[in-house]
């Protein structure tokens, strides 16, 4: 030991750090990094020989693949995303899933984008038990092939409360009410093209919202230019506007029928319009990507069958508050707890009733117009 | 005198970790509350969160796997920033300031950017995205930040103190862990805690360059956009912070103990 | 022939030891390597994609201008990228701002356990941003922790909205957000400081405000810029407070790149718009740095 060295190191390790000290700061960092993952349990490791699902939050619940559960032992392997724009972005740089989960307004771009490969429905078991009207929807099917197979709808509406609203709003359901000056700062309005935009369009009375002239576009910017100062916030996610719902924050915002099941839920008196303008509709459902595995394709398709099931469809109308695309899961829900989601038995007329979701025509232009009203230009 | 500039100084520090506390005491009172909406006034106590985050594999994985990414991150950004903060205060380089700055692009491209330009070269390249592939992308954005703190400890550093180690005869790599290293101990500390945190909360790159193991940020942001999900996100978050600080309290005990050892002995 | 080998040899070591830029390379080398290796392929795709253009899903490979073109002709990019080098220019000062005194504190005047207090300060950020980021609107929010608190104080009647969804909300969030990353370095450059050096000054009968701007504030500059650094730059690209405290007038370029990558569906506007951003957040950065080369000389 040369004590003359040691010295030097001790007086000029800021007087504070010795080396035994440092020894015992390398073993409390040890101890954090090693006891960390003791108390959280062993991570469980993906299976490699089941398909990649690339979907929303929520539709990896255990209850949608039961029956894929029974079959393989074993549930397929998930990944989220939280929309399907930065989904696309992610697909297009070359992330690769075998199954995936879009809105079918977008099946279109993607299938053009040529991530998607087309679906053979006889492989499906409960395909004869979907809903004709969700079997027929413009798009789908392209030079004969089917590239989309239905799973879940719902609408997109007007949530409000009716305690704090004019009560005219009661008898004559608008989408104006997202316009009206007197809730200044207590409205919300979804941050997208297909619930945000779309909705200025159809209040504008444009012919054909999905496909605007130029000047409808001019109109519609008005409207959204008009709006802007009255909302509180854009909402990204139904987290948001249900807790502004329930703290009366927003009295009244866009929506998807799921926030006024949950709201309803818990005890809140919201109501959810059929404006007469027409609630917007959508059905989201299953693709088959270009870049799947072709031996994981058989259980891919089970994937899809599963989520197709009848249980898997009553536990979507019950607990996610959404329709399914499986007529027969309807005949396992009381109408009582239909009428209470907005849903009937009569699927059919109610995906009729409102304006189809369908792509969007100029949708580029749409959304720099959109950007900006959003930078106040 | 003095010892009223010191409470004074006592005195911000307290109000400054009671604004970083504050956000982070929200999440055990919401963890408890009866209701999936988070708001005021509070509605009943429940443990039904924590039950259901018990339950929940998803949310488990994700934070093993964000404690891996994060755990080597940190290490591995810390040794290659040592390497380049040495360097750079050390050495007179020429043109070294260039590279040093190349060193420090991808704090300035937008990370969706870097996210989705990795992307794109790992599948150009046939790499399956993993847990790998997102400590690649987090190791480019740590990198910067270790070497920048490393270089602020290690400038004006004297090296009369390693030329005197070496002319003592102690080879180059002792040299490095008897004199430089615990001079530069508390920047090496500070880059360990800063790039493990930075990992461990990113959200962007890991979205783009996870697979289907998904990391905490980003099975946190699934989860937020469901009400009746937050909650038992909001008990993990409780979790972690009770956790880390009585793990850290522990390690301070183990090393308190440790030092008490040291000094008997050297009696 | 041994002899002459030897000597080839020696000099080389020589050349090796006596030259700094050689050793100091070699010590580069390979964090250098890595950030190379993993930054140069995405920074190629980047410039390439820049000078394409997209019409609908695909791109088109042939080279033009006009994405840069659009920068300048259409009012918003820019307005949107001044907006946001301005919101994280304020989040930079008010964050190195509120962290210097408590470096300073967990420096100077805590003598035990303060790696105890490094700690302390970092685990509120092991908990996840978009948690904080969430925490920070239940704070702030309509029935939040400040709204109810005056409520039921008296103070307020209705609950105050100015408080969240304004850049005011971006501001403090982020200053939260970051402010793990302005202590760290500040507090490593005050550690470093030779303790002597304040008590020659103070012997010397200066007063504690001009020790500490002459002689502290310009030993832990280095510091002071590094945090500097971390916060500003990364914080101009951030989509995601924005987009989830900034209520409807809150967008910063970020989301506008984040936009193209995504609903617009223009990868190479977004490329031309993130170098361009890029670009002017480096000239930012090397304005602040020349700030601090005159504010040294000045002081010295």
Known sequence: MNYEKDDIIEMRATGQMSRRQFHAYMASLGAVAVTFPVFTGAARAAADDHPNVFTWEGWDAVEHHQQYLDKYGELPNFSIFGDEEEAFAKMMAGAQFDVTHPCSYKVEIWRDAGILQPIDTSRLSHWDDVISTLKDIPGMVHEGQRYFVPADWGQTSVLYRPDLVDPSYLEDETWGILWDERYAGRLSMSDSLIDGVMVAAIYSGAANPFDMTDDEVEKTRELLRQQLPLLRYYWTSPTDIENSMAAGELVATSAWNDAFTSLKNEGYDVRYMQPKEGAMTWVCGFCLMSAADPEKLEKSYDVIDAFLSPDSGQFEILEEGYGHANQKAFDLV??????????????????????????????????????????GL | MKSRRINSFAVYAVIYLIFLYLPVAVLPLFSFNDSSYVKFPLVGFTLKWYSQLADSHGLQNALVNSLKVGISVA???????IFAAKSVTRYRMRRSGLLVGFIMVPLVIPEIILGISLLMTFSIGGVKLSLITI???????????????????????????????LDLGENAWWTFWRVTFPII???????????????????????????????????????LRFPDKLPSVLALGAIIVVLSTIVILFAELIRRGGVQLNKQSKV | ??????????????????????????????????????????????????????????????????????????????????????????????????????????AFHVQKNKMIWIILVTI???????????????????????????????????????????????????????????????????????????????????????????????????????????????????????????????????????????????????????????????AAVCLLLGATQLFKKKVS
């Open chain 1, 334 to 375: 009381s109408e009582e707890e239909l009428a209470q989601r907005g849903l009937s038995k009569d699927a059919d007329a109610l995906l009729n009733s409102g304006i189809f979701q369908v792509p969007i025509k100029n949708e580029a232009v749409l959304q720099a117009m959109f950007e900006e009203v959003k930078a």
């Open chain 2, 75 to 81: 290490i591995i950004s810390t040794i290659l920033g």
């Open chain 2, 135 to 165: 400590s690649i992308g987090h190791l480019m954005l740590c990198v910067p930040f270790s070497m920048l703190v490393l270089i602020s400890r290690m400038e004006g550093f004297d090296k009369s103190l390693e030329e005197a180690s």
């Open chain 2, 185 to 223: 101990l508390p920047g090496v500390v500070a880059s360990l805690l800063l790039t493990f945190t930075i990992s461990f909360d990113e959200f962007v790159l890991a979205f783009f360059l996870s697979g289907t193991d998904a990391t905490l940020p980003v099975h946190i942001w699934s989860q």
């Open chain 3, 1 to 106: 022939m041994i002899s002459a080998d030897r000597t080839l040899v020696d000099k080389i070591r020589l050349q090796f030891r006596r030259s700094e830029s050689i050793r100091g390379y070699t010590l580069l080398s390979p964090t250098l390597l890595i950030v190379l290796l993993g930054l140069l392929f995405p920074l190629i795709i980047l410039f390439t994609l820049s000078f394409w253009k997209q019409e609908y899903v695909d791109l088109i490979q042939t080279f033009t201008l006009k994405n840069y073109g659009d920068f300048f002709e259409k009012k918003i990019y820019y307005l949107i990228l001044y907006r946001s080098i301005r919101i994280s220019a304020f989040v930079m000062f008010v964050t190195v701002l509120l962290a210097y005194p408590l470096a300073y504190f967990i």
């Open chain 3, 124 to 282: 509120p950020f092991w908990t996840s941003y978009l948690l904080r980021v969430f925490s920070w609107k239940v704070i702030l929010g309509y029935n939040g922790v400040i709204n109810s608190s005056l409520l039921s104080l008296g103070l307020i009647s209705e609950p105050l909205e100015f408080l969240l969804y304004n850049p005011f909300a971006v501001v403090i969030t982020l200053a939260h957000a970051w402010a793990a990353v302005a202590i760290l370095p500040i507090y490593v450059s005050l550690e470093k400081i030779d303790r002597s050096l304040i008590e020659a000054s103070r012997d010397l009968g200066e007063s504690a405000v001009a020790t500490f701007i002459r002689v502290t504030l310009p030993l832990s500059l280095p510091g002071v810029i590094a945090a500097c650094l971390l916060v500003f730059i990364p914080t101009v690209g951030d989509y995601v407070t924005p987009a989830l405290v900034g209520g409807t007038r809150g967008i910063m370029i970020g989301n506008i790149i984040q936009s193209m990558f995504g609903k617009a569906l223009n990868w190479p506007l977004g490329a031309a718009l993130s170098i361009i951003s890029m670009l002017t957040v480096t």
